[in-house]
């Protein structure tokens, strides 16, 4: 049994909940086993991003709930902001 989004905010107190957001962009590939899938979300310029084992029914144009927290990742040598999502469910 999957725990209940409530659960997951009250054990992790940096964990955030979106929900009913439009996904306005969605990629996908593959980084050795995994298959990183990279969202981005309508009125937001960070990108949200997850691992998977396989590839997805693409999300574009699709309305999501979301739990992530925020992260930092370096690029270059320069550190940008991204959301490590835990949990992505279709609206």
């Given at each position: 049994m999957k725990p209940?989004?409530?659960?997951?905010?009250?054990?992790h107190a940096n964990l955030v909940q979106?929900?009913?957001v439009t996904?306005?962009?969605?990629t996908q590939r593959e980084v050795g086993e995994w298959v990183l899938q990279t969202l981005?979300?309508?009125?937001c310029d960070v990108p949200f991003?997850?691992?998977r084992p396989k590839r997805?029914?693409?999300l574009q144009g699709?309305?999501?709930?979301?739990?992530?927290?925020?992260?930092?990742?370096?690029v270059a040598g320069f550190e940008i902001e991204v959301m490590q999502?835990?949990?992505?469910?279709r609206y």
């Amino acid at each position: 049994m999957k725990p209940v989004p409530e659960a997951l905010l009250k054990k992790h107190a940096n964990l955030v909940q979106s929900e009913g957001v439009t996904v306005v962009s969605h990629t996908q590939r593959e980084v050795g086993e995994w298959v990183l899938q990279t969202l981005m979300i309508e009125g937001c310029d960070v990108p949200f991003k997850y691992k998977r084992p396989k590839r997805f029914k693409s999300l574009q144009g699709q309305k999501v709930n979301l739990i992530y927290y925020p992260a930092k990742e370096s690029v270059a040598g320069f550190e940008i902001e991204v959301m490590q999502v835990v949990r992505v469910r279709r609206y």
